[in-house]
C-alpha cells in the first residue's frame, strides 16, 4: 500500500511499466473513480509526464501527483509488491 498524502492509500498492479487496477482509498470519490477508469492501462512514464506536476489547491502534490511517485518508484523496486513474494500488486 502506497500511502498517498493527499487521500490516504493508494494501491495498483504494475505489469512491466503498465500500470492497471488502481484504487484510492479515501478523498474525492467522484474524482478519484475517474483517475482509476481512465489511467488504467497507461505506462508509469505516461502517468509521470502527464499527471506528476498537477497540484491541488496550495499543496505541492495532488492525488495524480501521488500516484505518478508511487508507480515511479514501484517501477524502481522502491516500493515492495503487497507480500513482497513476487507478486504485481502494490499496496
Not at 474525492?28 to 492501462?41: F, I, P, T
Not at 498537477?54 to 501527483?65: E, N
Amino acid at each position: 500500500m502506497y500511502y498517498d498524502k493527499i487521500t490516504g492509500k493508494i494501491s495498483f498492479d504494475l505489469n512491466g511499466d503498465v500500470v492497471t487496477n488502481i484504487k484510492y482509498m479515501g478523498g474525492c470519490d467522484g474524482n478519484l473513480q475517474s483517475l482509476e477508469r481512465v489511467l488504467d492501462g497507461w505506462t508509469v512514464e505516461d502517468i509521470e509526464s502527464k499527471l506528476g506536476d498537477i497540484k491541488c489547491g496550495r499543496r505541492p502534490t495532488s492525488c495524480s501527483g501521488q500516484l505518478a511517485i508511487a508507480v515511479r518508484q514501484a517501477y524502481d523496486g522502491v516500493l515492495e509488491p503487497e507480500g513482497a513474494s513476487g507478486g504485481t500488486g502494490y499496496e
